[in-house]
């Protein structure tokens, strides 16, 4: 049986946009080798070469919409198409979403598919994540390692 799958998404050098490779970082100290934990960019065709050999993934970026700044967006991928629009959904919107939705439609998307999202403040080049953001990025590491290890 293969690991469970967490993927970072995001941009370190642009603020807000690295929160998905925070969470991951969390994480690796959190789970160590229980679970199969990358990051990425963003890429569509990186994201699906990684899903598509998953039976659980989490796959974790920042997001744009009316939210205020730290909220974080659960969303079950696996049990239909994504309720946000694409923008709304990732600041990789195009890749997150076409990777999930290509996996779908090739069969290959994991059982367990669970993306979460958390709006973003800020997108400045050099800017650490903000307070908000980054308060949200533990919330999320927590959340994932409470439902990998089944007490969550």
Request: proline share 5%; aromatic share 2%.
């Given at each position: ?111 367990k598919t669970i993306v979460f999202a958390i709006e ?33």
């Open positions: 049986m293969s690991r469970p799958l967490v993927i970072g998404i995001g941009n370190i050098e642009r603020g807000d946009d690295g929160v998905g490779r925070q969470v991951a970082r969390l994480l690796k100290h959190m789970l160590g080798e229980k679970a199969e934990i990358l990051e990425q960019d963003g890429e569509a065709g990186a994201i699906l070469a990684h899903i598509e050999k998953a039976q659980t993934a989490y796959l974790v970026d920042a997001c744009m919409s009316s939210a205020p700044p730290g909220t974080v967006h659960r969303i079950d991928a696996a049990e239909g198409e994504l309720p946000l629009s694409s923008s709304d959904l990732s600041t990789h919107g195009f890749g997150l979403a076409s990777a999930i939705e290509l996996a779908r439609s090739l069969g290959q998307l994991p059982a973003a403040d800020s997108f400045e080049p050099g800017a650490p994540l903000s307070k908000d953001v980054s308060d949200a990025a533990v919330i999320v590491a927590d959340r994932i390692r409470s439902e990998l290890e089944g007490t969550g």
